[in-house]
């Protein structure tokens, strides 16, 4: 008898970022700051998080801690980093952006987490959702 392996298909991650009460949308406002390369390499990994989801492994994304997890964009020998959760089964948060020197500091992970707090709390209020 012959078995055949079942392909199972990972359901398209929703992309969500997150946005302060007055507006502001800490990601975005970062990555306008990046040369015009860092742009493009950022966007093309957040498209590879939204087909990926949770199956989005090194060296693209890596778990940093408390549900914090990381893209990992390198651009001339230049590691930045868009920091990200996910909430439910099929939406990521991003929430800020940095290069990195040595590791990710606390104090951003700390941000991150702050910043899904406030998004679990009031998703409508904090959320500015990309265009397609």
Known sequence: MRYLKETVKVPKTD??????????????????????????????MIDMLAAEGFELRRPYADYLDKGIYELRPIVKRVQYRILYCFVGENIVLLTNGLIKTDKVPTIEIKKAMEYRDKFVQYPSLHSFEMED
């Open 15 to 44: 992309i969500v970022i997150y946005q302060e009460k007055d507006g502001s949308v800490p990601l975005v406002k970062w990555l306008k700051k990046q040369p015009r390369k860092v742009q493009d390499k950022c966007v093309t």
